[in-house]
């Protein structure tokens, strides 16, 4: 995401969903994308 992020205006893309299986890192993740764009983003558990 942080790779991303400084390109997102540039480029017309915004994160709207992360996925990830452990629960801390995707819960920040999609806090960040809530900062970055002002809604929040969908979560999903992806399998390791």
């Given at each position: 995401?942080?790779?991303?992020?400084?390109?997102?205006?540039?480029?017309?893309?915004?994160f709207t969903a992360v996925?990830?299986?452990?629960?801390?890192?995707?819960?920040?993740?999609?806090?960040?994308?809530?900062?970055?764009?002002?809604?929040?983003?969908?979560?999903?558990?992806?399998?390791?």
């Open positions: 995401m942080g790779g991303v992020h400084p390109h997102d205006k540039q480029q017309n893309v915004e996925s990830d299986p452990w629960k801390q890192r995707r819960e920040r993740s999609a806090a960040r994308a809530q900062e970055w764009y002002g809604r929040p983003a969908r979560q999903f558990v992806s399998s390791p």
